[in-house]
């Protein structure tokens, strides 16, 4: 069976960046974005009409956890979401297969969980993510810290509940995950060359 | 400042097993029922009665946040088990100041924080933590899966209350630490030698 690494992450914890050092220190694939551009090719679909389904809130109209009420089943825009969480599975599962590789979010570590893949979770104090966060942030976006600790807040809420309404677990909960990483105190590149070296051995 | 691991951990996750291997690993002193000892020799209080303060859970008739209330102040129990958790204070303060070291429970990240511990929390699945329990029992404490588990989540719950009665914290919320660690699928001799590598960088 191929190494299989999942990362979960808080947005502006460096999550991604952590993958990608990881990935490379391994020698291995890395996906991320990569799923979105397979789903568009395979399902036809607009790139932006993915990313909103497959990144964004699901409509908080919908009950939290998958219902087979009557009206639900009908709702032309869920079963849409439920046919692109379909194909994400298929195509996570298809990179799993291929060969070693790291994964970032969308809800890899649940999807794979018969793959037994390395799950990771990154986070880190808020303090930092703000830090983080401005620094990548191009120049059009600049908010203050209040309106960027909501927009940060609001991602993860997204990320909560559409891990929430795919696997039934609750996202970010230890529990979930093999390896809680706080990315505060530690740089990322230390941080990825010791994951790397877990990862040999697990 | 002389590197300092703490470790909070969920009962029968193997949390104080790692914190001896990684004490060993790393050639450093290791912390665990010894800051009871040196409580008892400091105070002349009994043994049993330290560890009743320290392990057990503290009388639930209390406010969970430190109050200011008359009542309180005056009440003699109270105000030992204050006492009491000056004393750990002080007596954990002095061993981070004497020497490299781990140390296991006892809010010990909290008490520490201004030395920047590598604070760690050790968790695992009940059926883990079962097996590990069952393994390490005495004959006479055969206790069915039912009666276990009581037991395991009831030890849980007195850490939780201790930590949070004296640091105003959550136990176990992974933004407390800077590391959780699954033991459930990993064995306890990589785990440590894999943390005494990163320890070394921190």
Redesign the interface.
């Known amino acids: 069976m191929n190494r299989i690494i999942t990362i979960g992450r808080q947005f502006g914890s460096g999550g991604r960046e952590l993958g990608l050092r990881l990935a490379q220190n391994l020698g291995v694939a890395y996906y991320d974005r990569e799923v979105i551009t397979e789903i568009v090719k395979r399902t036809q679909l607009s790139e932006a009409y993915v990313q909103q389904v497959v990144e964004h809130r699901p409509n908080p109209l919908y009950p939290i956890t998958i219902g087979q009420s009557f009206p639900l089943l009908l709702d032309p825009t869920w079963e849409m979401n439920r046919s692109i969480y379909r194909e994400q599975t298929n195509v996570i599962v298809e990179m799993a297969e291929k060969s070693d590789c790291v994964i970032v979010g969308r809800c890899a570590d649940d999807i794979l969980k018969e793959h037994?893949p390395l799950r990771l979770?990154v986070?880190a104090?808020m303090e930092h993510r703000l830090r983080r966060t401005r620094k990548h942030a191009t120049s059009e976006e600049q908010l203050n810290d209040k309106q960027l600790q909501k927009k940060i807040l609001d991602m993860d809420r997204n990320r909560a509940q559409y891990y929430r309404l795919y696997t039934g677990k609750e996202w970010?909960e230890?529990?979930n995950?093999?390896?809680?990483?706080?990315t505060?105190?530690?740089e990322l590149v230390?941080l990825a060359d010791?994951v790397a070296?877990?990862a040999k051995?697990?």
Chains 1, 2 share one sequence.
Do not use: A, P, R
Not at 177 to 182: I, P, R
């Open positions: 037994h979770f986070y104090e970010g230890k529990e995950y093999d390896l809680c990483l706080n505060s105190q530690v230390t010791w070296q877990l051995d697990w």
